[in-house]
């Protein structure tokens, strides 16, 4: 398996501007998870699904942050319009159901700067 | 609600001396516990969990921890340290009311030659 791979790995963008992290688990996991991480907040869950429906979202900073998960392979996480403190690496992870036992299984991250 | 605390943001030894990363945490049930590594630019690996079978518990690079619940501690050790070990390691709950997982600060593991 070729693991959870994040797509960019890493992002330059200037302040208003959209951004679409995506994401594809690892087959067979039904469990995604998104985290940001910060050296002043450290690792910070963002938003977790479970066979593609959003059941926790509130770590989602504000509305500027959505994501979905339209099929069971693929996720996306968009801020619109981003700022300068959104700058930070965000990770996907993903896991089966036994996720409470067995851990997650983390993509590398891509690390966004809004300039 | 669950939370852990790493003590010590920075943890530096000599290469072939004792790595030790402590790890408190709180839990009102029995928790799953969990070390990650983080190397840099890289993503969170799972290094080792405690899910009550043992209270030792065996990882991979050499690796161990031990839970003690009368301490609430489940500390990281590794007997030799290599340079290769220098990363960041996060020790980790498991949230019971669903599948979150809750994670420390962080400890950055420097090995000196």
């Known amino acids: 398996d070729a693991g959870v791979i994040q797509s960019p790995r890493h992002e330059v963008t200037e302040m208003g501007q959209e951004v679409t992290l995506r994401c594809k688990p690892i087959?067979?996991?039904?469990?995604l998870f998104w985290y940001r991480q910060t050296m002043m907040r450290g690792l910070e869950l963002l938003i977790y699904f479970n066979n593609n429906v959003p059941i926790d979202d509130s770590g989602m900073p504000e509305d500027r942050f959505s994501a979905k998960m339209p099929n069971a392979s693929f996720s996306t996480l968009k801020i619109q319009p981003s700022e300068p403190r959104d700058s930070a690496v965000y990770f996907c992870?993903?896991?089966?159901?036994?996720?409470?036992?067995?851990?997650?299984?983390f993509g590398s991250g891509t690390r966004l700067t809004v300039v | 609600a669950q939370s852990v605390t790493q003590l010590g943001s920075h943890v530096s030894v000599s290469e072939g001396a004792l790595v030790l990363l402590r790890c408190n945490y709180s839990?009102?049930?029995?928790?799953?516990l969990f070390w990650y590594v983080q190397y840099p630019n890289q993503g969170l690996q799972l290094l080792l969990k405690?899910?009550?079978?043992?209270?030792l518990v065996k990882g991979i690079n050499g690796f161990e921890a031990e839970f003690k619940k009368s301490e609430t501690s489940f500390h990281l050790t590794k007997p030799s340290a290599h340079m290769s070990d220098a990363a960041e390691y996060f020790c980790a709950v498991s949230h019971t009311g669903g599948f979150k997982t809750i994670f420390g600060a962080g400890t950055r593991l420097f090995v000196k030659a």
């Open positions: 087959s067979g996991h039904d469990y």
């Open positions: 405690y899910t009550s079978a043992a209270t």
């Open positions: 992870a993903s896991s089966n159901a036994q996720a409470r036992v067995n851990g997650y299984t």
């Open positions: 839990s009102s049930v029995p928790p799953y």
